[in-house]
C-alpha cells in the first residue's frame, strides 16, 4: 500500500508565508504527476498546482506569482511553497499523486490525510 504524509499547515497572518509538505511512502516505482488540492467550507475541492515528474508545473490564475510548487523524486516528496497569504487561501489542502506501484502496471491516484491552513489577523 500507499500512504502519503502532509505537514506544514498551520494558522498565518494576511501577507504571511507557509511551506506544505507531502512524503509518499510505500512500494513505489515511480511517480507521476503530483500536486496540491484546497477545499474551503462549503466549496468545491480544487487544484491549486501541480508538477509532472519532468518538473513542468501549472497553477490556479489566483496563486500565480504567490505559489511555487516543486518536488524531490529521489524522496518521493512535493512541496508547496506559499507566499503573500490571504484569507482567501484559507483552505484545507491535499496533496495528490499518480502512483506507479511495483506490483502494477498503471497508476493509482492517492491523495494526503489534508492539512488547514488559516490566514487570519
Not at 501577507?15 to 509518499?24: D, K, V
Request: with cysteine; charged share 20%.
Amino acid at each position: 500500500q500507499v500512504q502519503l504524509v502532509e505537514s506544514g499547515g498551520g494558522l498565518v497572518q494576511p501577507g504571511g508565508s507557509l511551506r506544505l509538505s507531502c512524503a509518499a511512502s510505500g512500494k513505489i516505482s515511480s511517480i507521476r504527476t503530483m500536486g496540491w488540492y484546497r477545499q474551503a467550507p462549503g466549496k468545491q475541492r480544487d487544484l491549486v498546482a501541480d508538477i509532472t515528474r519532468g518538473g513542468t508545473t501549472n497553477y490556479l490564475e489566483s496563486v500565480k506569482g504567490r505559489f511555487t510548487i516543486s518536488r524531490d523524486n529521489a524522496k518521493n516528496t512535493v512541496y508547496l511553497q506559499m507566499n503573500s497569504l490571504t484569507p482567501e487561501d484559507t483552505a484545507v489542502y491535499y496533496c495528490h499523486m499518480e502512483v506507479l506501484r511495483t506490483t502494477r502496471v498503471s497508476t493509482d491516484d492517492y491523495w494526503g490525510q489534508g492539512t488547514q491552513v488559516t490566514v487570519s489577523s
